[in-house]
């Protein structure tokens, strides 16, 4: 059986592939996994805010849209929102749960969380928790609201990564904001 120069080259573009699907391969593992201890200006426990956060090239936390009363963060990775986060110090004379009751439908299937605040609604894609509080000698109530998550895929684990977040935050930016319960 003779050999050919084609015979011989086969094995070298196999090679030549492999390593060329190799390079392309570890170009593609460029994805970073994010850390963010710091929602609104407001410490947080950044292993609360990792299961919200896909991998990606960028990671970008906007929050320069808050105001006095009115703490607002927007964390994106990718450009894609992955998580909104708004605070608001409001009058104490109304259900504001039970006022924003569609605008949690429309986060999927909310339910009720024990144990956070006053009253808590997780949903889906969000959750929103209520605490009345003491706001520059007032009577008030602190709204703590979180949406615009589509991580982690599986939707029990992120409700109830969305309970601990809440849970763990409301007292901390409720604090910072000066509304004591």
Not at 84 to 90: A, F, H, I
Not at 115 to 139: E, F, L, R, S, W
């Amino acid at each position: 059986m003779r050999t050919t120069r084609k015979d011989l080259t086969m094995p070298a573009r196999g090679a030549a592939l492999l390593a060329a699907v190799a390079v392309a391969a570890a170009g593609c593992s460029s994805q970073k996994t994010f850390e963010v201890s710091e929602l609104c200006g407001r410490k947080v426990d950044s292993a609360l805010v990792a299961p919200f956060l896909p991998e990606g090239e960028t990671l970008k936390v906007d929050d320069g849209i808050s105001a006095p009363e009115q703490p607002r963060c927007q964390v994106y990775v990718d450009g894609k929102l992955s998580l909104y986060v708004r605070g608001n110090v409001e009058e104490p004379d109304f259900d504001l749960l039970k006022a924003t009751e569609r605008s949690m439908r429309r986060l999927g299937n909310p339910a009720p969380a024990d144990g956070i605040g006053d009253g808590a609604t997780v949903a889906d894609h969000g959750a929103m928790a209520v605490q009345a509080c003491t706001y520059k000698g007032k009577k008030s109530q602190y709204i703590l609201e979180i949406d615009g998550v589509d991580n982690p895929k599986d939707v029990v684990e992120r409700r109830e990564a969305l309970v601990k977040l809440l849970r763990a935050h409301l007292p901390v930016i409720m604090a910072a904001e000066g509304c004591h319960p």
